[in-house]
Nanobody
Framework: QVQLVESGGGLVQPGGSLRLSCVAS????????MGWYRQAPGKQRELVAS???????YYADSVKGRFAISRDYAKNMVYLQMNSLKPEDTAVYYCNAYIVPRDYWGQGTQVTVSS
């Protein structure tokens, strides 16, 4: 079992930045990969970025060059640095941990990009 708690969401103007944080507890030694998903109203949840235990990262095309995922193994944290934010980035962002064969989820944090 893994528990995930996100923080760092909020309201930001277009072009601004936010950093999301997620702390993991429980069976963290078994985590294969961690990532961030988001879900906007009326849309399906989508993968934004992920990072494997080996350090390989993936980004959705819509956030490449603007977002950066990182992981601090000593603190059991994963971060999502979001720069040049756009109104279409508005969504609830969820931290995810994958331990074969299932996913674990945080409760979500709201990110709103608006002037």
């Amino acid at each position: 079992q893994v528990q995930l708690v996100e923080s760092g969401g909020g309201l930001v103007q277009p072009g601004g930045s936010l950093r999301l944080s997620c702390v993991a507890s429980g069976s963290i030694f078994s985590i294969n990969a961690m990532g961030w998903y988001r879900q906007a109203p009326g849309k399906q949840r989508e993968l934004v970025a992920s990072i494997t235990s080996g350090g390989s990262s993936y980004y959705a095309d819509s956030v490449k060059g603007r977002f950066a995922i990182s992981r601090d193994y000593a603190k059991n944290m994963v971060y999502l640095q979001m720069n040049s934010l756009k109104p279409e980035d508005t969504a609830v962002y969820y931290c995810n941990a994958y331990i074969v064969p299932r996913d674990y989820w945080g409760q979500g944090t709201q990110v709103t990009v608006s002037s």
